[in-house]
């Protein structure tokens, strides 16, 4: 896999005019037609692994990028693997921005198959502080007690991908992105920069959003599908009970289950949360046992095909969420 070195480039505008300057006299003076001031230089390809990285791909390039998302829309990602296509139009981008953390286990293999010709490759959580998958020590011991445990469990490993959930740690993303898009593309450099700010902006205010609506709770325990939202009850100061590990698919035992229930039950939780990508067989399960009902809380793996028609994103999606969370956790 190519590597770059992300290095802060900025050209100067100075540099910009008298390159331009010397660009028209020299077609002036050859008799060659100016190019037409409404034209630009070729965007660049950006290649991102699915929603998230699509989404800040979009918002920090801006009209200088042309994005493309390889995990279709309605697909959950945990175990996409790209197809021969899929490889063929991932060479041709010139970056592939990706979350790394072990999400996307074929990023290595495919970057291999394409060889050296093929896009500079960014993992958007080099340099983020990650936290490990929280696990009951009745599920470690199932996991050794039953040969036939769920091949998927660990997956990932001990380490949790879903940083994109947490605002502040989003917006490093976002700052790595901006990075590389300005090392391949350093005229515009300053485009970049630009959007940057108005995105981690934009992600300051949600994360006040959160803060604030997440004070003054009756509860702090929620009950999720999955352990996607571990850096958000990070942030906000929340406790979550998952019924499936990292991976969505990964079922826990009935012995697991029987635990989990009596959790629940404990902390008086009224709400258990699914996700719309994946089935939410146990989620209405585990409610039906404890009383609860079911509510939607949105990991912001990917859209719906819905939410992609109605013109949905991450910050409508993180929206709904919060309004969901207090709801569930009878916040004033």
Same mark, same amino acid.
């Given at each position: 896999?190519?590597?770059?070195?992300?290095?802060?480039?900025?050209?100067?505008?100075?540099?910009?005019?008298?390159?331009?300057?010397?660009?028209?006299?020299?077609?002036?003076?050859?008799?060659?037609?100016?190019?037409?001031?409404?034209?630009?230089?070729?965007?660049?390809?950006?290649?991102?692994?699915?929603?998230?990285?699509?989404?800040?791909?979009?918002r920090?390039?801006?009209?200088?990028?042309?994005?493309?998302?390889?995990?279709?829309?309605?697909?959950?990602?945990?175990?996409?693997?790209?197809?021969?296509?899929?490889?063929?139009?991932?060479?041709?981008?010139?970056?592939?921005?990706?979350?790394?953390?072990?999400?996307?286990?074929?990023?290595?293999?495919?970057?291999?198959?394409?060889?050296a010709?093929?896009?500079?490759?960014?993992?958007?959580?080099?340099?983020?502080?990650?936290?490990?998958?929280? $696990?009951?020590? %009745?599920? /470690? &011991?199932?996991?050794? +007690?039953?040969?036939?445990?769920? *091949?998927? @469990?660990?997956?990932?490993?001990?380490?949790?991908?879903?940083?994109?959930?947490?605002?502040i $740690?989003?917006? %490093?993303? /976002? &700052?790595?992105?901006? +990075?590389?898009?300005?090392?391949? *593309?350093? @005229?515009?450099?300053?485009?970049?920069?630009?959007?940057?700010?108005?995105?981690?902006?934009?992600?300051?205010?949600?994360?006040? &959003?959160?803060?604030?609506?997440?004070?003054?709770?009756?509860?702090?325990v929620?009950?999720?599908?999955?352990?996607?939202?571990?850096?958000?009850?990070?942030?906000?100061?929340?406790?979550?009970?998952?019924?499936?590990?990292?991976?969505?698919?990964?079922?826990?035992?009935?012995a697991?289950?029987?635990?989990?229930?009596?959790?629940?039950?404990?902390?008086?939780?009224?709400?258990?949360?699914f996700?719309?990508?994946?089935?939410?067989?146990?989620?209405?399960?585990?409610?039906?046992?404890?009383?609860?009902?079911?509510l939607?809380?949105?990991?912001?793996?990917?859209?719906?095909?819905?939410?992609?028609?109605?013109?949905?994103?991450?910050?409508?999606?993180?929206?709904?969420?919060?309004?969901?969370?207090r709801?569930?956790?009878?916040?004033?």
């Open positions: 896999m190519r590597h770059r070195r992300h290095l802060p480039f900025r050209l100067p505008l100075l540099a910009i005019f008298a390159a331009a300057a010397i660009a028209l006299v020299s077609a002036c003076a050859s008799g060659a037609t100016a190019t037409p001031s409404g034209s630009q230089a070729a965007k660049l390809e950006v290649a991102a692994s699915f929603y998230p990285l699509e989404y800040l791909a979009r920090v390039g801006g009209d200088r990028v042309t994005v493309r998302t390889l995990v279709p829309v309605g697909v959950e990602p945990h175990d996409w693997e790209p197809t021969a296509r899929d490889i063929v139009d991932l060479r041709a981008a010139d970056l592939l921005v990706y979350n790394g953390l072990g999400f996307e286990e074929w990023v290595d293999r495919a970057m291999e198959s394409i060889g010709d093929g896009p500079v490759a960014l993992d958007a959580s080099a340099n983020i502080r990650a936290r490990e998958e929280a $696990r009951a020590p %009745e599920e /470690a &011991e199932d996991d050794h +007690a039953d040969d036939h445990a769920d *091949d998927h @469990a660990d997956d990932h490993g001990p380490v949790d991908p879903h940083v994109w959930l947490d605002p $740690r989003y917006g %490093e993303q /976002a &700052e790595a992105i901006a +990075a590389a898009l300005s090392e391949l *593309d350093p @005229a515009n450099a300053g485009v970049y920069e630009s959007n940057l700010h108005d995105l981690l902006r934009d992600l300051t205010a949600l994360d006040t &959003e959160f803060s604030r609506g997440l004070t003054g709770c009756q509860r702090q929620i009950v999720t599908a999955h352990d996607a939202f571990g850096y958000l009850v990070e942030r906000y100061g929340l406790e979550e009970l998952s019924i499936a590990g990292i991976a969505p698919d990964a079922e826990p035992s009935p697991r289950l029987a635990v989990l229930a009596d959790q629940v039950r404990a902390a008086g939780v009224k709400y258990v949360f996700e719309e990508l994946v089935s939410a067989r146990l989620a209405r399960t585990l409610a039906e046992e404890v009383g609860a009902r079911t939607v809380l949105n990991p912001i793996e990917g859209l719906t095909a819905g939410q992609a028609a109605a013109g949905e994103d991450y910050f409508t999606l993180m929206r709904q969420n919060l309004t969901n969370l709801l569930a956790l009878e916040c004033t």
